[in-house]
């Protein structure tokens, strides 16, 4: 069985920072691409970032670019998506997926193994 967990999140002020955190079991992620995806309350599924299976290419949507920073940690087996200056806009239950395609040009590929996301409230 293939499961990812998101975990680091919480509720934050306006300007605050949060690192989320993503650990798989049933495969290793050193293998694939892993991208950061958030659902907003109300609102579609939409992409965040994401980083190759080797860790040297990343991608981040627009409305995190400068803010974010996606990164991993091989011999852990983790991901890690360190948020600063969070906005109440970035308030989203997070979520951390893998799969066999690696990024394009143009930004993350889809993404076939997901799992339990982290609540992330900024609120002042």
């Known amino acids: 069985q293939v499961q990812l967990q998101a975990s680091g999140g919480g509720a934050v002020q306006p300007g605050g920072s949060l690192r989320l955190s993503c650990t798989a079991s049933g495969l290793s992620m050193d293998y694939y691409a892993v991208g950061w995806f958030r659902q907003p309350p109300g609102k579609d599924r939409e992409g965040v970032s994401c980083?190759?299976?080797?860790?040297?290419?990343?991608h981040y949507a627009d409305s995190v670019k400068g803010r974010f920073t996606i990164s991993r940690d091989k011999a852990k087996n983790e991901v890690y998506l360190e948020m600063n200056n969070l906005k109440p806009e970035d308030t989203a239950v997070y979520y951390c997926?893998?799969?066999?395609?690696?990024?394009?040009?143009?930004?993350?590929?889809?993404?076939?193994?997901w799992g339990r996301g982290t609540q992330v409230t900024v609120s002042s």
């Open positions: 997926a893998t799969g066999p395609l690696e990024l394009s040009g143009t930004g993350c590929p889809p993404t076939s193994y």
């Open positions: 980083i190759s299976s080797a860790g040297h290419a990343t």
